[in-house]
């Protein structure tokens, strides 16, 4: 029966799907094992990224200044003829990605016309299989000004063809790990995260673990992101962070709440509603960095020079005002994760208690405890 | 709810995505409003387009001969840094479209392997807004040798950027219309085709109503393709057609069938299951050419040149054995379009009375008497 496939929620529901591709040799981890919860449902993250884009909105002047002064026009100009491509990588189902790529064609498309130069843009929408692009698709604006493309993948590898990028964007997706660091959920290993979630509070080798995970993923990021643009090519980064990786005690960030979500997990295998091998298998593959870590390791890659670089003071903060809607923006982003390890029957509860334990603690509630923030950097492809 | 939402059919199937674009101009026969059946069921396209299968396999010959002579190398080889972009229009969930595509990049490689070109193939994907593209992306080749991209949208208009594609590519799709002609549909019109639902035995206006706004249609899409297409750029189209539009009476062609499906449809409506009117407002977007036709068509354009044109004597015919593998196979074409207009109620009920009329005429089931045909078209962009 064609309604009942399609109702299967194997079929329906992105992070349920099974993949069986055929090659044994691949990474489960390449796959791309998460997405963000898909349609446009109440918990969806359509609905839930408000944060997201207040992030967008405070980057427009910057990418627009950018724009201005950074972009090749002499380059451009030779080839003026090709399309001007663009590539957002970790576009979700495209919410906060269209007004991005707004302000991007219209800062390019202000800079060419002083030349004269009406480019074709050809905008790429990044992110891994398991999104939604049948939504993504669905919501393109009708009347954009340029011609959209769908690109399936981890952004941890290569995607797009030799050279083809004039410019690259990402936004509050370069804090996700391209897998849990395999250490971690090794009982074996002395960076094991027994009866913990994360890193936050951990031992300082399940730390380690992380912190190198994710110099790693970066590394690979901007080393296919270096294959991928023109030269001269700009990059803009929009990466979630942390200003210390030490909290003190009137403060949150982000991994607080992640840390927050594991102690409801430990209460609930505690209760014997779901058992503790299954909470001390679980990790969130996330990390949040600092300003000088992120900037060591671009630096570490030759292909870019950093044009400039900047912290946006949690831009997004204000946007989520109650326990409720806080915890449906973090359901929103988690959940398939979530409900990958340790099914959907527990999601309820788990996001009730967590709202419970957010509304019992004034500190989450102002908005001005948390210390979040974003790093805006702008990269320049060398010349090679 | 996630999962509510991500269960809900509206969601689930494509062809009942309430489109809420906002351009209120926009034609809605645009935004696509039938696709084949998506996912990977008993009744998907997935697993019911053997037949278009055949298609391919019959044409791999002659393509590859097609681009072993006339790919113009020497155009490629001043722009040999670039990659080698394909695009597929009409490619449904990607089944015969990966060995389509497998069989153009294999030969490429052969035939620039004698200039030590080694060309990075950019392949993309299109059909309409309402296809499943999540499993089409699911479903790409793991070890394939090109990047890949979706591209949502009509191919009777614009979808990529000028001058960016090299070879173009389109199976099995462009025997359907944007959209059924306006006039059969109305009934003040001389071309009102009222108990019918396709213009197989219908009145003389019915089919002028159909090969007009088909002409009309291919017109479009060799003008959206003629700006797509580098100078020199190869297309090749594979439309299914029928050898004549008078069928003897001991033949038959897909049109047949599809007014079989009509005959049931007003059975239906005879016994009060559906109204006349429903049945007398539905007609099938869809029209089989003759080659005499075409050429014509194509010879009007003056972009292209016709480098070869073939028919295919049916190479799918026999992967068809029984009256129901033939129905539920035009089940994975058609439902998305009936489902739209008649619900989902009727349908095991109208396939099952297709399937009974189809294997009580010994006329169907004997393959020899389908006399469809597949015209190979292959097109080469004139230099500007």
Redesign the interface.
């Known amino acids: 029966?064609?309604?009942?496939?399609?109702?299967?929620?194997k079929?329906?529901?992105?992070h349920h799907?099974e993949?069986n591709?055929?090659?044994k040799t691949?990474e489960r981890s390449l796959l791309g094992l998460y997405a963000m919860?898909?349609?446009?449902?109440?918990?969806?993250y359509a609905q839930n990224s408000s944060y997201q884009r207040g992030v967008v909105d405070a980057a427009k002047p910057l990418i627009e200044a950018e724009i201005a002064t950074k972009l090749d026009t002499k380059q451009l100009s030779s080839t003026h003829?090709?399309?001007f491509r663009i590539a957002d990588f970790g576009c979700s189902t495209g919410h906060n990605s269209f007004p991005a790529i707004q302000i991007i064609t219209e800062a390019v498309e202000r800079k060419l016309q002083t030349q004269a130069q009406i480019p074709?843009?050809?905008v790429?929408f990044n992110d891994q299989?398991m999104n939604?692009?049948?939504?993504l698709?669905?919501s393109?604006?009708?009347?954009r000004n340029y011609?959209?493309?769908?690109?399936?993948?981890p952004f941890h590898g290569?995607?797009?063809?030799?050279?083809?990028i004039d410019f690259a964007y990402s936004s509050c997706a370069l804090n996700w790990l391209s897998e849990v660091p395999k250490a971690v959920a090794d009982y074996r290993s002395p960076a094991w995260n027994n009866g913990k979630v994360h890193y936050t509070g951990a031992r300082k080798e399940v730390f380690e673990a992380y912190s190198n995970h994710y110099a790693n993923d970066i590394e690979s990021f901007l080393k296919a992101r270096a294959e991928e643009l023109v030269n001269g090519g700009l990059m803009a980064l929009l990466v979630p962070a942390v200003p210390t990786f030490e909290n003190p005690g009137t403060s949150y960030t982000t991994p607080t709440e992640m840390d927050l979500i594991g102690s409801c997990l430990v209460d609930m295998a505690k209760k014997g509603i779901l058992s503790e091998e299954k909470v001390d298998t679980f990790n969130f593959p996330l990390y949040f960095t600092i300003p000088q870590e992120l900037k060591a390791i671009i630096e570490r890659n030759h292909s870019f020079s950093i044009e400039r670089m900047e912290i946006l003071n949690n831009p997004g903060k204000r946007t989520l005002t109650s326990a409720s809607a806080r915890a449906t923006y973090l359901?929103?982003v988690f959940?398939g994760l979530l409900i990958n390890h340790f099914g959907?029957e527990i999601?309820d509860e788990l996001f009730d208690r967590y709202t419970e334990k957010l509304a019992a603690s004034p500190l989450f509630l102002d908005p001005d405890n948390e210390k979040s923030i974003i790093i805006f950097v702008l990269l320049k492809r060398k010349e090679v």
């Open positions: 029966m064609m309604v009942k496939s399609s109702l299967d929620p079929r329906s529901l992105p799907v993949l591709l055929g090659d691949m919860n898909g349609g446009k449902g109440a918990n969806s003829t090709t399309p074709d843009f050809h790429f299989v939604d692009f049948n939504t698709f669905h393109l604006p009708p009347q011609h959209a493309a769908g690109v399936p993948g290569r995607l797009l063809p030799n050279a083809s359901r929103a959940e959907t999601m």
